[in-house]
Protein backbone atom coordinates (compact mmCIF):
# COMPACT_ATOMS: atom_id res chain seq x y z
CA UNK A 1 0.00 0.00 0.00
CA UNK A 2 1.84 3.63 -1.20
CA UNK A 3 1.36 6.06 1.46
CA UNK A 4 2.23 8.38 -1.30
CA UNK A 5 -0.29 11.67 -1.95
CA UNK A 6 -2.17 10.68 -5.04
CA UNK A 7 -1.08 14.33 -7.22
CA UNK A 8 -0.97 14.18 -10.22
CA UNK A 9 1.99 14.68 -11.58
CA UNK A 10 3.75 15.00 -7.73
CA UNK A 11 8.04 14.88 -8.27
CA UNK A 12 8.96 12.75 -5.73
CA UNK A 13 12.47 12.56 -6.81
CA UNK A 14 13.71 14.92 -10.01
CA UNK A 15 15.69 12.45 -11.42
CA UNK A 16 15.00 8.50 -10.34
CA UNK A 17 11.33 8.43 -8.81
CA UNK A 18 7.96 7.60 -10.27
CA UNK A 19 5.30 9.27 -10.58
CA UNK A 20 2.04 8.43 -9.05
CA UNK A 21 -1.24 9.38 -11.03
CA UNK A 22 -4.49 8.51 -9.76
CA UNK A 23 -3.12 5.49 -7.83
CA UNK A 24 -1.29 4.36 -10.49
CA UNK A 25 2.65 4.32 -10.67
CA UNK A 26 4.03 5.83 -13.83
CA UNK A 27 7.47 5.86 -15.42
CA UNK A 28 9.40 9.13 -15.03
CA UNK A 29 8.91 12.09 -17.45
CA UNK A 30 8.97 15.68 -17.46
CA UNK A 31 6.32 17.40 -15.84
CA UNK A 32 3.99 20.39 -16.08
CA UNK A 33 5.12 23.10 -13.65
CA UNK A 34 2.88 25.81 -14.75
CA UNK A 35 4.97 28.97 -15.84
CA UNK A 36 8.31 28.18 -13.84
CA UNK A 37 11.07 26.73 -16.06
CA UNK A 38 12.76 23.68 -15.63
CA UNK A 39 16.53 23.76 -15.62
CA UNK A 40 18.10 21.92 -18.86
CA UNK A 41 19.45 18.88 -17.33
CA UNK A 42 16.78 18.14 -14.34
CA UNK A 43 12.91 18.25 -13.75
CA UNK A 44 13.90 20.33 -10.79
CA UNK A 45 11.85 23.71 -10.68
CA UNK A 46 14.69 26.38 -11.65
CA UNK A 47 13.72 28.31 -8.22
CA UNK A 48 15.29 26.02 -6.40
CA UNK A 49 19.04 26.71 -8.15
CA UNK A 50 18.69 30.35 -7.17
CA UNK A 51 21.77 31.56 -5.25
CA UNK A 52 21.66 31.43 -1.44
CA UNK A 53 21.44 35.40 -0.24
CA UNK A 54 20.91 34.24 3.12
CA UNK A 55 22.53 35.87 6.19
CA UNK A 56 22.21 33.85 8.53
CA UNK A 57 24.30 30.61 7.61
CA UNK A 58 25.99 29.61 10.98
CA UNK A 59 26.24 29.01 14.62
CA UNK A 60 28.00 31.00 17.06
CA UNK A 61 29.13 29.31 20.41
CA UNK A 62 28.28 31.97 22.64
CA UNK A 63 28.52 29.35 25.73
CA UNK A 64 28.12 25.71 27.25
CA UNK A 65 25.34 24.70 24.85
CA UNK A 66 24.44 28.04 23.54
CA UNK A 67 24.52 28.69 20.29
CA UNK A 68 23.83 32.20 18.19
CA UNK A 69 22.81 32.37 14.05
CA UNK A 70 24.97 34.22 12.53
CA UNK A 71 26.47 35.30 9.58
CA UNK A 72 29.80 33.98 7.28
CA UNK A 73 32.71 34.75 9.87
CA UNK A 74 36.42 35.54 8.90
CA UNK A 75 39.45 34.66 11.34
CA UNK A 76 41.13 37.88 10.93
CA UNK A 77 40.52 41.34 9.40
CA UNK A 78 42.54 41.72 6.16
CA UNK A 79 44.92 44.61 6.08
CA UNK A 80 43.52 48.35 5.06
CA UNK A 81 42.01 51.13 5.73
CA UNK A 82 39.06 50.73 7.58
CA UNK A 83 36.70 53.40 9.65
CA UNK A 84 34.42 51.94 12.17
CA UNK A 85 30.17 52.67 12.03
CA UNK A 86 27.11 51.43 13.99
CA UNK A 87 23.63 49.48 13.13
CA UNK A 88 21.04 48.23 15.50
CA UNK A 89 23.52 45.03 15.91
CA UNK A 90 26.36 46.86 16.92
CA UNK A 91 29.62 48.14 15.47
CA UNK A 92 31.39 47.12 12.83
CA UNK A 93 35.18 48.07 10.67
CA UNK A 94 33.94 49.11 7.11
CA UNK A 95 36.76 49.02 4.60
CA UNK A 96 37.65 52.72 2.97
CA UNK A 97 39.18 53.48 -0.23
CA UNK A 98 42.34 56.04 0.06
CA UNK A 99 42.35 58.58 -3.18
CA UNK A 100 45.17 61.36 -2.75
CA UNK A 101 48.03 62.34 -5.01
CA UNK A 102 51.48 60.19 -6.10
CA UNK A 103 53.42 59.68 -2.85
CA UNK A 104 56.57 60.78 -3.23
CA UNK A 105 59.47 60.62 -0.48
CA UNK A 106 60.62 64.10 0.69
CA UNK A 107 64.43 65.13 2.23
CA UNK A 108 62.71 66.89 4.88
CA UNK A 109 64.23 66.27 8.17
CA UNK A 110 60.87 66.75 10.37
CA UNK A 111 59.25 64.55 7.78
CA UNK A 112 61.58 61.50 8.37
CA UNK A 113 62.00 61.57 12.20
CA UNK A 114 57.61 61.29 12.63
CA UNK A 115 57.72 58.58 10.20
CA UNK A 116 60.67 56.62 11.66
CA UNK A 117 59.25 57.22 14.56
CA UNK A 118 55.93 55.25 13.81
CA UNK A 119 58.09 52.52 12.00
CA UNK A 120 60.54 51.76 14.88
CA UNK A 121 57.35 51.76 17.49
CA UNK A 122 56.09 48.58 16.08
CA UNK A 123 59.65 46.85 16.03
CA UNK A 124 59.94 47.59 20.07
CA UNK A 125 57.23 45.92 21.43
CA UNK A 126 59.69 43.69 23.13
CA UNK A 127 61.47 45.95 24.46
CA UNK A 128 57.84 47.91 25.94
CA UNK A 129 57.12 44.47 28.01
CA UNK A 130 60.68 43.93 29.10
CA UNK A 131 60.23 47.26 30.56
CA UNK A 132 56.90 47.42 31.94
CA UNK A 133 55.24 49.51 29.66
CA UNK A 134 52.18 49.67 27.55
CA UNK A 135 53.52 49.21 24.10
CA UNK A 136 51.03 52.04 22.85
CA UNK A 137 52.23 55.41 21.44
CA UNK A 138 50.71 58.51 20.49
CA UNK A 139 52.01 61.14 18.42
CA UNK A 140 50.83 64.97 17.37
CA UNK A 141 51.03 66.84 14.55
CA UNK A 142 50.08 70.53 14.50
CA UNK A 143 50.48 73.74 12.07
CA UNK A 144 49.09 75.81 9.45
CA UNK A 145 46.56 74.35 6.84
CA UNK A 146 48.16 72.59 4.19
CA UNK A 147 52.06 72.17 5.26
CA UNK A 148 52.38 68.26 4.64
CA UNK A 149 50.52 66.86 8.32
CA UNK A 150 48.22 64.77 5.85
CA UNK A 151 50.96 63.97 3.27
CA UNK A 152 53.08 62.60 6.27
CA UNK A 153 49.83 60.44 7.21
CA UNK A 154 49.63 59.39 3.76
CA UNK A 155 53.02 58.45 3.48
CA UNK A 156 52.61 56.39 6.20
CA UNK A 157 49.58 54.49 5.26
CA UNK A 158 51.04 53.53 1.78
CA UNK A 159 54.57 52.31 3.62
CA UNK A 160 52.75 50.51 6.23
CA UNK A 161 50.40 48.97 3.70
CA UNK A 162 53.92 47.77 1.72
CA UNK A 163 55.80 46.34 4.42
CA UNK A 164 53.18 45.35 7.53
CA UNK A 165 49.96 43.51 8.31
CA UNK A 166 48.59 46.37 9.61
CA UNK A 167 45.21 47.93 10.25
CA UNK A 168 44.76 51.24 9.81
CA UNK A 169 41.53 53.16 11.44
CA UNK A 170 40.34 56.62 10.45
CA UNK A 171 38.67 57.74 13.83
CA UNK A 172 34.80 58.72 12.94
CA UNK A 173 33.63 61.87 14.86
CA UNK A 174 31.85 59.80 17.75
CA UNK A 175 34.81 58.60 19.69
CA UNK A 176 32.61 56.10 22.48
CA UNK A 177 31.70 54.09 19.22
CA UNK A 178 35.63 53.43 18.21
CA UNK A 179 36.05 52.92 22.20
CA UNK A 180 33.83 50.23 21.99
CA UNK A 181 34.83 48.84 19.07
CA UNK A 182 38.49 48.51 19.53
CA UNK A 183 38.30 46.72 22.52
CA UNK A 184 36.12 44.31 20.84
CA UNK A 185 38.81 43.87 18.46
CA UNK A 186 41.34 43.07 20.73
CA UNK A 187 39.67 39.86 21.65
CA UNK A 188 39.41 38.44 18.29
CA UNK A 189 42.74 39.88 17.52
CA UNK A 190 45.09 40.45 20.48
CA UNK A 191 48.28 40.98 18.69
CA UNK A 192 47.31 43.07 15.56
CA UNK A 193 49.26 46.44 14.41
CA UNK A 194 47.17 49.22 14.76
CA UNK A 195 47.07 52.74 13.36
CA UNK A 196 44.43 55.05 14.47
CA UNK A 197 44.26 58.12 12.72
CA UNK A 198 42.59 61.39 14.95
CA UNK A 199 42.43 64.35 12.23
CA UNK A 200 41.26 67.52 13.64
CA UNK A 201 42.25 66.79 16.66
CA UNK A 202 40.81 69.85 18.72
CA UNK A 203 37.01 69.53 16.83
CA UNK A 204 36.74 66.33 18.17
CA UNK A 205 37.83 67.22 21.78
CA UNK A 206 34.51 69.74 21.65
CA UNK A 207 32.28 67.04 22.72
CA UNK A 208 32.33 65.80 26.55
CA UNK A 209 31.70 62.19 26.03
CA UNK A 210 34.04 62.47 22.89
CA UNK A 211 36.91 63.86 25.18
CA UNK A 212 36.10 61.03 27.68
CA UNK A 213 36.39 58.52 25.28
CA UNK A 214 39.61 59.61 23.91
CA UNK A 215 41.54 60.01 27.16
CA UNK A 216 40.10 56.45 27.95
CA UNK A 217 41.80 55.88 24.59
CA UNK A 218 44.99 57.07 25.80
CA UNK A 219 45.99 56.14 28.64
CA UNK A 220 42.41 55.41 30.77
CA UNK A 221 42.70 51.85 33.02
CA UNK A 222 41.61 50.33 29.45
CA UNK A 223 44.23 50.37 27.10
CA UNK A 224 44.93 48.04 23.94
CA UNK A 225 48.16 47.51 23.24
CA UNK A 226 50.55 47.35 20.12
CA UNK A 227 48.62 50.91 18.82
CA UNK A 228 50.17 54.25 17.76
CA UNK A 229 47.80 57.62 17.60
CA UNK A 230 48.57 59.45 15.34
CA UNK A 231 46.68 63.01 15.82
CA UNK A 232 46.67 66.68 13.79
CA UNK A 233 45.38 70.17 14.60
CA UNK A 234 45.24 73.21 12.70
CA UNK A 235 44.76 75.14 16.10
CA UNK A 236 47.19 73.20 19.03
CA UNK A 237 46.54 76.74 21.00
CA UNK A 238 42.96 75.55 21.04
CA UNK A 239 43.85 71.94 23.45
CA UNK A 240 44.26 71.93 27.02
CA UNK A 241 47.55 71.53 28.76
CA UNK A 242 46.45 67.94 29.75
CA UNK A 243 46.42 67.18 25.94
CA UNK A 244 48.95 69.03 24.61
CA UNK A 245 51.40 68.57 27.09
CA UNK A 246 51.03 65.33 28.30
CA UNK A 247 53.38 62.58 27.48
CA UNK A 248 51.50 59.02 27.80
CA UNK A 249 49.00 60.78 25.58
CA UNK A 250 50.89 62.02 22.92
CA UNK A 251 54.23 61.33 23.52
CA UNK A 252 55.66 63.47 21.00
CA UNK A 253 54.88 66.77 19.34
CA UNK A 254 55.69 68.10 16.24
CA UNK A 255 55.06 71.61 14.62
CA UNK A 256 54.70 70.83 10.63
CA UNK A 257 56.31 74.42 9.24
CA UNK A 258 56.28 75.31 5.37
CA UNK A 259 58.61 73.31 3.82
CA UNK A 260 61.82 74.49 3.15
CA UNK A 261 63.95 75.05 0.33
CA UNK A 262 65.33 71.14 0.01
CA UNK A 263 62.18 70.07 0.18
CA UNK A 264 60.65 72.34 -2.73
CA UNK A 265 63.33 71.57 -4.72
CA UNK A 266 62.68 67.61 -4.47
CA UNK A 267 58.80 68.25 -4.75
CA UNK A 268 59.17 70.64 -8.06
CA UNK A 269 62.38 68.31 -9.20
CA UNK A 270 59.69 65.36 -9.19
CA UNK A 271 56.57 66.24 -10.16
CA UNK A 272 57.36 68.54 -13.01
CA UNK A 273 58.39 66.48 -16.04
CA UNK A 274 61.88 66.91 -17.84
CA UNK A 275 60.16 68.79 -21.14
CA UNK A 276 58.46 71.49 -18.98
CA UNK A 277 61.53 72.08 -16.80
CA UNK A 278 63.12 73.42 -19.83
CA UNK A 279 60.28 76.17 -20.55
CA UNK A 280 60.95 77.65 -16.51
CA UNK A 281 63.70 78.94 -14.50
CA UNK A 282 63.33 76.12 -11.99
CA UNK A 283 65.76 78.14 -9.32
CA UNK A 284 63.19 81.39 -9.38
CA UNK A 285 60.61 78.90 -8.91
CA UNK A 286 62.39 77.79 -5.50
CA UNK A 287 63.24 81.07 -4.39
CA UNK A 288 59.97 82.60 -4.46
CA UNK A 289 58.08 80.29 -2.81
CA UNK A 290 59.15 80.58 0.18
CA UNK A 291 57.24 80.79 2.79
CA UNK A 292 54.24 78.25 1.24
CA UNK A 293 52.73 75.47 2.18
CA UNK A 294 52.34 71.87 0.11
CA UNK A 295 49.01 72.36 -0.61
CA UNK A 296 50.08 75.97 -1.97
CA UNK A 297 52.70 74.19 -4.49
CA UNK A 298 50.79 71.67 -5.38
CA UNK A 299 47.92 74.13 -7.35
CA UNK A 300 50.87 75.99 -8.42
CA UNK A 301 52.05 73.56 -10.33
CA UNK A 302 48.43 72.88 -11.36
CA UNK A 303 47.75 76.49 -12.02
CA UNK A 304 50.58 76.58 -14.69
CA UNK A 305 51.05 73.55 -16.16
CA UNK A 306 47.63 72.24 -16.78
CA UNK A 307 45.66 75.94 -16.53
CA UNK A 308 48.08 77.75 -18.42
CA UNK A 309 48.34 80.68 -15.68
CA UNK A 310 51.34 82.56 -16.33
CA UNK A 311 53.82 81.71 -13.49
CA UNK A 312 53.98 85.54 -11.49
CA UNK A 313 50.28 85.78 -11.84
CA UNK A 314 49.57 82.38 -10.17
CA UNK A 315 52.25 82.65 -7.13
CA UNK A 316 50.61 86.35 -6.10
CA UNK A 317 47.31 84.53 -6.56
CA UNK A 318 48.34 81.93 -4.23
CA UNK A 319 50.61 84.34 -1.83
CA UNK A 320 47.24 86.25 -1.36
CA UNK A 321 45.50 83.02 0.17
CA UNK A 322 48.20 82.97 2.80
CA UNK A 323 49.99 85.30 5.15
CA UNK A 324 52.59 85.84 2.98
CA UNK A 325 52.36 88.77 1.25
CA UNK A 326 52.66 89.30 -2.41
CA UNK A 327 56.30 90.89 -3.15
CA UNK A 328 55.37 91.68 -6.89
CA UNK A 329 52.47 93.23 -8.73
CA UNK A 330 49.22 93.33 -7.13
CA UNK A 331 47.60 90.04 -8.08
CA UNK A 332 44.29 91.58 -8.56
CA UNK A 333 45.80 93.25 -11.58
CA UNK A 334 46.16 89.65 -13.06
CA UNK A 335 41.87 89.67 -13.14
CA UNK A 336 41.90 92.34 -15.45
CA UNK A 337 45.05 91.58 -17.65
CA UNK A 338 45.44 90.45 -21.20
CA UNK A 339 47.48 87.19 -19.28
CA UNK A 340 44.04 85.66 -17.47
CA UNK A 341 43.03 83.00 -20.00
CA UNK A 342 39.69 83.03 -18.78
CA UNK A 343 39.07 86.95 -19.99
CA UNK A 344 41.44 86.36 -23.03
CA UNK A 345 39.64 83.12 -24.57
CA UNK A 346 43.09 82.06 -25.06
CA UNK A 347 42.34 78.71 -21.99
CA UNK A 348 41.83 76.19 -24.50
CA UNK A 349 44.45 76.96 -26.86
CA UNK A 350 46.66 77.30 -23.04
CA UNK A 351 45.32 73.87 -22.27
CA UNK A 352 45.89 72.48 -25.66
CA UNK A 353 49.89 73.76 -25.81
CA UNK A 354 50.23 71.93 -22.63
CA UNK A 355 48.73 68.32 -23.30
Not at 65 to 82: A, D, H, Q, W
Not at 241 to 249: D, V
Not at 314 to 338: G, I, Q, R
Amino acid sequence: MSYLPKYKNFIINESTAPLIENGETKASEPVSTGDRPLTSTTNQPYLDKQPDNRFLVQWANIGTGMYMPTSKTVPSLSPGVYTVEANNSGTFAKKVNINSDEIIELPNPMYKEIIKNVIDFYKLESKFIEWGYNHKRGILMYGKPGNGKSFIINYLIKYLMDNEDMLIFIFPRYAPMFEEFIYKLREVEPKRKILVIMEDLDGLLQDYSNKTAILNLLDGIKQVNNICYIATTNYVERLSENIANRPSRFDKKYEITAPDEATRKAYFDHKIPSKYKVEIDLDQWIKDTEGLSMSHLRELIISVFLFGWDFKNALNHLKSMSSVEPKNENWKEFYESETNPFLSGSINETVDDKS
